[in-house]
C-alpha cells in the first residue's frame, strides 16, 4: 500500500510540473499574441496613413470644394505630417511607393485651393457685393483651404495673402472714397473765417452770407438741438442718396459720426475676420492703410478750413464715445487711429477758439457800440457760445476748457465794462451792465446745466451791480434825505451836543417825503419797466430799492423821535406800514 501511495505521489508530482510548463508556455503564446496584436494595430495606422485611398485622389483632382472636399484635405494634411515627422515611415520602402502619389496630390489641392479663394476674391471686386456676407457664409465656411495653404503651400498662402490684402484695400478705399464724396453733397456750413464773438456784423458784406440761410447763423454760437447726436451715438450710419433724396442738409459733426460709425463697423468686421481667417491681426492693419489715407485726405481738407468750435467740441466728444464703443466690443484695431484724430481736433479747437478770444480783445468798441441799454448782441453770443461749452463738458469735466472758457470770460467783461462806459450818464452804464450780465446767466440757465465758476462770477457781478443802481435810483428822487441819513442820523440829537440835530432841520425832509413818496415810487416803477429788458429782473431790482428806500426812511424816523420837540412832525411822518404796503402792492406784480 505504501508502495502504491508513493507511486501516485511520484506522478502528481510530474503533473504538477508539466501544469507549470503549459502555464509558462500560455504566457509566452498570450504575450506573442498580444505583441502580434499591437504590431498588427500600428502596422494597419502606419499602413492607413500611407495609403492614398482612391476616393481621396477623385475628390482631391475632380471633386468640387465643399465640406467633402475640406475633411478630404484635412485627411490629406495629416498624411502629409505623418510621412514628415514619423521616423519609421521615413525609412520605410513602402514611401518610396506612395511619396510621389501624396507629392501629386499635394500640388493639386495647392492648385486648387489657390484657384477657389483667388475666385472669391475676385467676386469681392464685384460692385455691390456685400462682403462681410461673403466672408461669413463663403470664405469662413472653408477657411481650412487657407490654412492648409499655410501650412503645405507657404509660397502660394503668401500670394494669397497678398491678393486678399491689395484686394480688399482697393474695395475698400473705393467704398469709403464714394462714401466720402456722396457726405460731403449733404454738408451745411455754419461758420466762416468771420463768424466770431467779437465781430461787428455791420461791417460784413451783405452778399458774403448770401449762399447760407439766415437760421444757420444761431448754430454758430448756440448749441440747440445739435447736442442729439450725442444721444444717436451708434445709430446707422446716414445713407446718402435717401438723405440726398430728401433734400435734408446736415451739420459736419453728423457726417462725421456717420463716417466713423461705417469705419467702426467695417474695422471691427474685418479685424474679427482677419483673426479668424488668417490666425493673425497684423494684415488688417495692412487692408485698412488705404481707406484710412482717404479718410485722412478728407479731414486734412476739411480741417484746416474748418470754424465751427462747436461742430469741433461736438467731434471730439463723438470720438470719446466712439473710443468707448470699440473698447466695449473689445476690438482695438482703431485705437491708434481715433487717437491721432483726437490729436487733429483739439488744436484745431483751441485755434478757433483763440480767434474768438482774440475778437473780443481787439473789438472796436465805437463801431460796437449802439446807444440802447438792452442786451448787446455780442454778449448774447458769448452767452450762447459758454452755454454749449458749458453743456459739452458735462460728465467730462475738462480742466483745460474750463481754463479756456475763464479767459473768455475775462475778455467778454473787459469789453462790456467799456461798452458801458461809452453811455454819458452812469445810471446808463449800470443798467447796460445789469441787462447783459441778467441776460448772460438767463442763457447759461437755460441751458439746463450747472455754470459752474462762470455762473458763479457772473452773479456776483450782477449782485453789485445791482446794489450800484439801487443806490442811484434812490439818490435820483431822495438825495437829501439819504444824505441826512447817512452823514447826520446817527449823530446824537441832544441840545448838548456840538451841532444838535434839529427840527427844522428835518422837518423839509418829512413834509418833502410826505408830499411825494407815492408819485416818486411809481416813477420809478416806470422807470425800472422800461430800463430793463427782464422784467422779474427788474421787479427784482425796484423790491430791493423799496426795501433800502423803507430803511432809510426808518433811520430818519428813528432820528425824529430822538429829537426834542419832534412831536410837531408825528402827523408828517409817513407810517411804515403805509410802505410796507405799497411795497408789496408792487411785490405782487411778479
Same mark, same amino acid.
Given at each position: 500500500m505504501e508502495s502504491l501511495l508513493g507511486g501516485f505521489q511520484v506522478e502528481i508530482g510530474s503533473i504538477s510540473s508539466e501544469i507549470k510548463t503549459l502555464q509558462?508556455?500560455?504566457?509566452?503564446?498570450?504575450?506573442?499574441?498580444?505583441?502580434?496584436?499591437?504590431?498588427?494595430l500600428n502596422l494597419a495606422r502606419f499602413i492607413e496613413d500611407l495609403v492614398v485611398p482612391p476616393k481621396m485622389i477623385d475628390t482631391i483632382v475632380d471633386g468640387e470644394v465643399n465640406e467633402e472636399y475640406v475633411r478630404t484635405l484635412q485627411m490629406l494634411s495629416k498624411k502629409l505630417k505623418f510621412i514628415e515627422v514619423d521616423p519609421m515611415a521615413k525609412t520605410s520602402a513602402a514611401l518610396k511607393d506612395v511619396q510621389p502619389e501624396f507629392e501629386r496630390l499635394r500640388q493639386k489641392a495647392i492648385s486648387k485651393g489657390f484657384d477657389f479663394i483667388v475666385q472669391k476674391l475676385q467676386a469681392l471686386k464685384k460692385p455691390k457685393t456685400n462682403i462681410q456676407i461673403l466672408q461669413q457664409n463663403v470664405l469662413l465656411k472653408y477657411k481650412y483651404v487657407a490654412a492648409f495653404l499655410k501650412e503645405h503651400g507657404k509660397d502660394v498662402y503668401h500670394d494669397i495673402y497678398l491678393a486678399y490684402i491689395d484686394t480688399l484695400n482697393k474695395v475698400l478705399s473705393?467704398?469709403?472714397?464714394? !462714401?466720402?464724396?456722396?457726405?460731403?453733397?449733404?454738408?451745411?456750413?455754419?461758420?466762416?473765417?468771420?463768424?466770431?464773438?467779437?465781430?461787428?456784423?455791420?461791417?460784413?458784406?451783405?452778399?458774403?452770407?448770401?449762399?447760407?440761410?439766415l437760421k444757420n447763423r444761431s448754430a454758430v454760437f448756440a448749441l440747440g438741438d445739435r447736442i442729439n447726436i450725442l444721444k444717436e451715438i451708434d445709430q446707422p450710419a446716414l445713407i446718402p442718396h435717401i438723405a440726398e433724396a430728401s433734400g435734408t442738409k446736415y451739420p459736419y459733426e453728423v457726417l462725421f459720426r456717420s463716417l466713423h460709425k461705417l469705419l467702426m463697423d467695417t474695422a471691427t468686421s474685418e479685424y474679427l475676420f482677419c483673426i479668424e481667417f488668417f490666425g493673425e491681426d497684423s494684415i488688417f492693419y495692412e487692408i485698412f492703410s488705404g481707406p484710412f489715407t482717404v479718410i485722412d485726405?478728407?479731414?486734412?481738407?476739411?480741417?484746416?478750413?474748418?470754424?465751427?468750435?462747436i461742430g469741433l467740441?461736438?467731434?471730439?466728444?463723438?470720438?470719446?464715445?466712439?473710443?468707448?464703443?470699440?473698447?466695449?466690443?473689445?476690438?482695438?484695431?482703431?485705437?491708434? !487711429?481715433?487717437?491721432?484724430?483726437?490729436?487733429?481736433?483739439?488744436p484745431r479747437f483751441k485755434m478757433v477758439f483763440d480767434l474768438h478770444l482774440t475778437s473780443l480783445r481787439n473789438a472796436n468798441v465805437r463801431t460796437l457800440w449802439e446807444d440802447d441799454v438792452h442786451p448787446h448782441y455780442v454778449m448774447r453770443r458769448y452767452a450762447e457760445f459758454t452755454a454749449s461749452l458749458v453743456q459739452l463738458n458735462v460728465n467730462y469735466g475738462d480742466g483745460q476748457l474750463e481754463l479756456n472758457m475763464e479767459r473768455l470770460r475775462v475778455a467778454v467783461d473787459d469789453l462790456l465794462v467799456k461798452l458801458a462806459r461809452m453811455f454819458s450818464r452812469p445810471k446808463q452804464q449800470t443798467i447796460f451792465l445789469i441787462n447783459n450780465y441778467d441776460m448772460i446767466l438767463a442763457v447759461l440757465k437755460e441751458a439746463g446745466t450747472e455754470g459752474g465758476r462762470t455762473q458763479l462770477q457772473f452773479e456776483e457781478l450782477l449782485k453789485s451791480n445791482t446794489t450800484v443802481f439801487v443806490e442811484e435810483l434812490l439818490l435820483e428822487h431822495f438825495n437829501d434825505l439819504i444824505r441826512f441819513v447817512k452823514t447826520r442820523a446817527g449823530e446824537d440829537t441832544s441840545s448838548s451836543s456840538e451841532r444838535p440835530v434839529t427840527v427844522n432841520e428835518v422837518e423839509p425832509l418829512v413834509k418833502d417825503f410826505a408830499s411825494r413818496w407815492k408819485g416818486t415810487i411809481e416813477v420809478m416803477h416806470k422807470d425800472v419797466i422800461t430800463s430793463f429788458s427782464n422784467f422779474l429782473c427788474g421787479?427784482?431790482?425796484?423790491?430791493?430799492?423799496?426795501?433800502?428806500?423803507?430803511?432809510y426812511y426808518t433811520r430818519l424816523s428813528d432820528c425824529i423821535k430822538r429829537i426834542d420837540g419832534s412831536s410837531a412832525l408825528n402827523k408828517e411822518l409817513v407810517s411804515i406800514s403805509s410802505i410796507m404796503y405799497e411795497i408789496k402792492k408792487y411785490s405782487r406784480t411778479f
Open positions: 509558462e508556455k500560455s504566457m509566452g503564446m498570450g504575450l506573442k499574441l498580444k505583441n502580434r496584436r499591437v504590431a498588427e473705393a467704398h469709403f472714397r464714394a !462714401y466720402i464724396q456722396a457726405l460731403e453733397k449733404l454738408q451745411l456750413d455754419i461758420a466762416s473765417a468771420n463768424d466770431l464773438i467779437g465781430i461787428d456784423t455791420r461791417s460784413t458784406s451783405l452778399f458774403s452770407r448770401a449762399r447760407e440761410p485726405e478728407h479731414f486734412n481738407a476739411i480741417l484746416p478750413n474748418f470754424f465751427d468750435a467740441m461736438l467731434m471730439i466728444r463723438i470720438t470719446h464715445q466712439h473710443q468707448l464703443i470699440m473698447s466695449r466690443r473689445r476690438v482695438p484695431c482703431l485705437d491708434s !487711429y481715433l487717437d491721432k484724430v483726437n490729436i487733429a481736433l483739439w421787479m427784482e431790482i425796484l423790491k430791493a430799492a423799496l426795501t433800502q428806500l423803507l430803511l
